[in-house]
């Protein structure tokens, strides 16, 4: 089964009133795909674990050139 068709069977599409329902199920799929840290903040985005990464090195490569 596809992301797609996973996705489907487990969330309703979200319209105005399911808001509760669509909410919950959402954060429990999520759950599942190890996602929810990421929405919530408690995790960083891969992108910008690497771009913290590249900015430590130029730093680094800042401190130890010759002056």
């Given at each position: 089964m596809s992301t797609?068709?996973?996705?489907?069977a487990s969330v309703p599409i979200l319209v105005g009133p399911n808001w509760i329902i669509w909410e919950a199920q959402m954060k429990?799929?999520?759950g599942t795909k190890g996602l929810w840290q990421l929405v919530t903040g408690n995790e960083a985005h891969p992108a910008d674990l690497l771009a913290g990464q590249c900015a430590q090195a130029a730093i680094?490569?800042?401190d130890d050139a010759p002056s």
């Open positions: 797609k068709e996973d996705l489907s429990a799929y999520l680094a490569a800042t």
